[in-house]
């Protein structure tokens, strides 16, 4: 698809790469016979190779389909990360600036992650679930999801999304193919961080309630005169934190599965942390639905959640 090109570090390393496109929908591959899939991956790793590429990342389905990688890298012996670790460091951090900014006393509040048995979720509710009051965690599979709830505190698992109207605060990240996130799920004054691509919360959610606040998650500045040579509908030079991770990796001459399979770690999230902070890469400003988020919008969230909190107290 493109040449990636000034990729520079705060510490004055460089790269540079490629992005290389598996041309199939999220539907298709998660559809077609994994043989296939893995086959068309494999040929795209090669395409790396022979441009002189030491690491890939796995970028939207390439990483949610089969387990993460590690039948790829065993096919192709390349380097492989799925990117999940920096992309639930900035969720994380995204989150929770947000409930700073909103006003949401998290010891006292109610978060909800929505495919919570998955890579990027489950880690997000490990991590996450310590700050915040209580946790709802949100399965397709509620056996899986009791087996994640039991490691945190004061989690408690579900299967269906009735109870996400308690929650003040919302990380959805599952690989569904449309919307699963629709207006009458959502508590007055919450904070979304959609994680998911697609996006997970439908569009209805950005006329019918202007009183939440709804926040992409992973959207990361890359330092340096960065050209990625293709629009992929961000502004310039910011990127996804999963080719974030890809691109930190290769700063750091590290030409090793980072992040492969399915489960996401604690430490590794805390190591993508520091990397990004020591090359300069950071949470970009938030957008929702394609648009940057404006302080009136974020004061507006703000005053509705009070709105709430008042009537709820009379
Ligand atoms: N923003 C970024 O930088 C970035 C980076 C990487 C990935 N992503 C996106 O993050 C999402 C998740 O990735 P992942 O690697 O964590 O995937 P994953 O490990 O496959 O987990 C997906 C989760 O979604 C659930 N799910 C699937 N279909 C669903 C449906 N129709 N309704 C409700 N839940 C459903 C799964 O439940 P089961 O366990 O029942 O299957 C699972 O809990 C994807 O959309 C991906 O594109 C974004």
């Known amino acids: 698809m493109s040449h990636v090109k000034g990729i520079k570090s705060l510490t004055g390393q460089e790269t540079e790469g490629y992005f290389i496109a598996v041309p199939l929908t999220p539907h298709m591959f998660m559809t077609y016979p994994l043989e296939k899939v893995y086959a068309k991956m494999a040929a795209a790793v090669e395409l790396a190779r022979e441009q002189g590429v030491e690491i890939v990342g796995l970028g939207a389905f390439t990483s949610v389909v089969g387990d993460g990688g590690e039948t790829l890298h065993k096919m192709t012996g390349m380097p492989i990360t799925t990117g999940n670790s920096y992309t639930v460091a900035t969720a994380i951090e995204g989150t929770l600036d947000a409930c700073d900014r909103v006003g949401i006393d998290r010891k006292t509040a109610t978060l909800a992650v929505i495919g ?6 489950r880690c997000c509710a490990e991590v996450m679930g310590k700050e915040f009051g209580k946790t709802i965690l949100v399965g397709r599979d509620f056996a899986k999801t009791e087996l994640v709830a039991k490691d945190i505190p004061n989690a408690v698992p579900t299967a269906t999304l009735d109870s996400v109207i308690d929650a003040d605060v919302v990380v959805t990240v599952t690989s569904a193919d449309a919307p699963v996130l629709l207006p009458e799920h959502l508590k007055q004054g919450a904070v979304i961080c959609d994680v998911a691509r697609p996006r997970d919360v439908s569009v209805r959610v950005a006329k019918e309630r202007p009183d939440v606040l709804v926040i992409e998650g992973g959207v990361i500045e890359v330092p340096g005169p960065v050209d990625f040579g293709l629009d992929f509908g961000f502004p310039e030079k910011t990127a996804y934190a999963c080719m ?12 090793e599965s980072f992040t492969l399979g399915k489960h996401v770690y604690a430490d590794q999230v805390r190591e993508m942390q520091e990397m990004a902070k020591r090359h300069g890469f950071k949470l970009a400003g938030y957008r929702s639905f394609e648009r940057a988020v404006s302080e009136d919008q974020i004061e507006r969230v703000r005053e509705s959640r009070q709105a709430a909190i008042a009537v709820a107290g009379s």
Request: aromatic share 6%.
């Open 116 to 121: 919570a048995t998955g890579s990027i979720g």
């Open 244 to 255: 974030s991770e890809t691109f930190m990796l290769a700063l750091e001459d590290r030409k």
